[in-house]
Structure formats: C-alpha cells, structure tokens
C-alpha cells in the first residue's frame, strides 16, 4: 500500500504520471522534491488520503511512461536537450511578445498582467544563461564520467534552479493564478494558456535534473 513517507521526487521519479497529481494540488516536486508527501500536504494544507487514492489511479493507468531514472544519463541528456532546451529557447521570446501586446492593448484594464512582459525577459534572460552553463560545462564533465567531480557546477544550477521556482511564483501573483477576466481577448488566453504550459515543462525539466539526473551524476 502506497504511503506518504517517500519524498515527491522519489514518487514521481518511480511513477512519472504522479508529476500531475502533484500539479493539481500545487505541491512542488522539484524544487521542493526532498519534501515527504506527508509533510508537503500538510504545508500545503491538501488532504494527503485524497493524493493517495489518485497517486494509486495514476500509477495503475500510467501506460507506458518513462521512468529516467532507470534510463543511461546519456539518454537523460540528450532528452532534456531536445525536449526542454530546444523548446523554451523558442517559446520564451514569444511569450515576452504577447505579454507586450497585452498590456499595450489593455492598458486601460484594471487587471491586465501589468509588469508581465519586463518579467518573462528577464526569466528568458535568465534561462538562457542557465541553458548556456548546462551545455558547455555541466553536460559535458557529467558526459566524459567526471560527475563526481561536478558538485559546485550542480550546486549553481540548484540555486538557479531555485530562482526559477520563485519567478513561476511571481508570474502566478502578476496574472491573478492566471486567471482571465471573461472579456480576454484571444492573445491573452493564448498567452495564459502557454505560461500554464511553461510551468509544468519548467517543473518537469527541474524534477529530471535536481533529482535524477544530478544525484545519478555526483554518485558516480
């Protein structure tokens, strides 16, 4: 029987489809991944019974999805790269776009995302320097088989990684929990649509390195 001890990394690590449990209920399991299901309910004030019985439902129609912690790093790898960093290098510069044209034709709204498009270039900023010191340093020494070797440079992309946790949480406060006011015009729920998106790819990326792909690495 399934129990509320193991951590979220661990949960969503052995049964993938979990990671959608845990964002319907708001629990952070990257980030916050070392937190037990027991102690991230409770803070999260979330009946753990209830993510349970859905954890199980998950699990049992969980097809054939894959478990990367069972997988070789390499493949880990190159998966991040063509899923995560190929992606948010495209889709980051159109998000900043369509939140300028946002505020630019709402700008009478009370509660148009005012401050959303200076945000997300600074996220784009900042995740393309954090892409940059993945491919160039990080990947490669975990690559050659010189992961243990690699705790500071992990260290600095967790404490990035953490930076990135809280804009997700500033974005969240600017669009009211993305929220749109019944009168949205097509480009604003496109653009609230693309950053609920952009969160979970962004939870999904942090989860597979802060808790598979790093640990795997530093362990040799």
């Given at each position: 029987?399934?129990?509320?001890?193991?951590?979220?990394?661990d949960?969503?690590?052995?049964?993938?489809s979990?990671?959608?449990?845990?964002?319907?209920?708001?629990?952070?399991?990257?980030?916050?991944?070392?937190?037990?299901?027991?102690?991230?309910?409770?803070?999260?004030?979330?009946?753990?019974?209830?993510v349970?019985?859905?954890?199980?439902?998950?699990?049992?129609?969980?097809?054939?999805?894959?478990?990367?912690?069972?997988?070789?790093?390499?493949?880990?790898?190159?998966?991040?790269?063509?899923?995560?960093?190929?992606?948010?290098r495209?889709?980051?510069?159109?998000?900043?776009?369509?939140?300028?044209?946002?505020?630019?034709?709402?700008?009478?709204?009370?509660?148009?995302?005012?401050g959303?498009?200076?945000?997300?270039?600074?996220?784009?900023?900042?995740?393309?320097?954090?892409?940059?010191?993945?491919?160039?340093?990080?990947?490669?020494?975990?690559?050659?088989?010189?992961?243990?070797?690699?705790?500071?440079?992990?260290?600095?992309?967790?404490?990035?990684?953490?930076?990135?946790?809280?804009?997700?949480?500033?974005?969240?406060k600017?669009?009211?929990?993305?929220?749109?006011?019944?009168?949205?015009?097509?480009?604003?729920?496109?653009?609230?649509?693309?950053?609920?998106?952009?969160?979970?790819?962004?939870?999904?990326?942090?989860?597979?390195?802060?808790?598979?792909?790093?640990p795997?690495?530093?362990?040799?």
């Amino acid at each position: 029987m399934m129990s509320t001890e193991p951590t979220l990394a661990d949960l969503v690590a052995t049964n993938p489809s979990a990671a959608k449990v845990f964002q319907r209920y708001g629990l952070d399991y990257c980030c916050g991944g070392k937190q037990s299901l027991k102690e991230a309910c409770a803070a999260g004030r979330v009946d753990a019974d209830t993510v349970l019985r859905e954890l199980a439902a998950a699990e049992t129609g969980g097809g054939d999805e894959v478990r990367w912690a069972e997988r070789p790093i390499d493949q880990l790898i190159e998966h991040i790269l063509d899923r995560y960093h190929a992606p948010l290098r495209a889709e980051l510069p159109r998000l900043v776009d369509l939140a300028r044209q946002v505020e630019r034709v709402h700008a009478d709204k009370p509660d148009r995302p005012d401050g959303l498009a200076d945000l997300l270039a600074d996220v784009y900023a900042a995740v393309t320097s954090h892409l940059a010191k993945e491919e160039q340093i990080l990947f490669p020494l975990i690559r050659s088989g010189r992961g243990q070797n690699a705790y500071m440079p992990v260290q600095v992309m967790v404490q990035e990684h953490e930076d990135h946790g809280q804009n997700l949480r500033r974005i969240r406060k600017l669009t009211n929990n993305l929220k749109l006011p019944d009168y949205a015009c097509a480009s604003w729920r496109e653009l609230y649509r693309a950053l609920g998106e952009l969160e979970v790819d962004l939870m999904d990326h942090i989860h597979l390195e802060n808790n598979i792909l790093f640990p795997r690495a530093l362990a040799g």
